[in-house]
């Protein structure tokens, strides 16, 4: 079951939200800049 959470390209700093589905490792890469150095912000 996907989540939505925040994520921030660490390359260029654009954030943005995307889903995700807990216990499931993805590869993400930035929508802005193609970089793979995505991290999950932390929210609540
Ligand atoms: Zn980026």
Known sequence: ???????????C???YTD???PGVP???TCPKC????VRRMKEK
């Open 34 to 37: 193609t970089s793979n150095s």
């Open 26 to 28: 993805q590869e993400r």
């Open 13 to 15: 700093g654009h954030e």
């Open 1 to 11: 079951m996907a989540e939505e959470a925040k994520f921030k390209c660490l390359r």
């Open 19 to 21: 889903t995700y589905t």
